[in-house]
């Protein structure tokens, strides 16, 4: 499968634990976009990353989330100290280039439950 | 003033009729429109992009963009059952590639 892919598709957190979210680009792209969806919204972009670098993070919530895109494996959102309102649907998805006119192909994002 | 407004419907058409779905974007300098389709519980299925005015056509989709107006919309011809789902209209701003997105039309095409 060449696809974007996420893991897990489903996780289940109680109060004051960490989520960490997979997430593995379509082969050959380097451009990995953090998006967040709660029930019937749109996606809220969260991040920007390319390999070893945040590009944009204006997004991000400033306490208790952070991303990362290492040399070797996937990218990774973590959420630390989860609270009731993290809970929502997180997409990534990716691109070939940064240029304005690339579209972003998605996975099938991680549904995460705060109990 | 959200960057990306749509009508949140539901769009209610009859099988075989013409679906039409509208964006309006903040932005002047925005560069690059897509279109996401969106089953329940599934993740967003790139549909169609356009970048320049006027039309673009791909089988039974035509998407139009009009950057004087900060208006772009998709046309769905012949609409099937399997159309039903919410569309998403994201529109890129800046130079980097970061979509906003708009809250989704979710459209009903009624056999």
């Known amino acids: 499968n060449a696809g974007v892919m996420q893991n897990p598709r489903h996780l289940v957190r109680r109060r004051g634990q960490e989520a960490r979210l997979r997430c593995s680009p379509m082969?050959?792209?380097?451009?990995v976009y953090w998006y967040r969806q709660l029930p019937e919204e749109g996606l809220k972009f969260m991040v920007y990353l390319q390999k070893e670098n945040i590009i944009d993070e204006s997004g991000m919530p400033k306490e208790r989330f952070s991303a990362e895109f290492p040399k070797e494996g996937p990218s990774i959102l973590r959420i630390q100290q989860v609270v009731r309102g993290d809970s929502a649907a997180y997409f990534c998805?990716?691109?070939?280039?940064?240029?304005?006119?690339?579209?972003?192909?998605f996975g099938d994002g991680t549904r995460l439950s705060i109990l | 003033q959200k960057e990306v407004e749509q009508n949140s419907g539901p769009l209610s058409v009859p099988e075989g009729a013409i679906a039409s779905l509208n964006c309006t974007y903040s932005?002047?300098?925005?560069?690059?429109f897509f279109w996401y389709r969106q089953y329940s519980g599934k993740s967003p299925e790139l549909i169609m992009f356009?970048?320049?005015?006027g039309d673009k056509e791909d089988g039974r989709f035509t998407a139009q963009l009009n950057k004087a107006s900060q208006y772009v919309s998709l046309l769905i011809r012949d609409s099937q059952p399997s159309d039903s789902a919410t569309y998403l209209c994201a529109v890129n701003v800046g130079n980097f590639n970061k979509f906003y997105f708009g809250s989704g039309t979710k459209l009903n095409v009624k056999p």
């Open positions: 932005d002047r300098g925005s560069q690059s």
């Open positions: 082969k050959g792209h380097s451009h």
């Open positions: 356009i970048y320049s005015n």
């Open positions: 998805a990716s691109s070939l280039r940064s240029s304005s006119n690339q579209p972003q192909h």
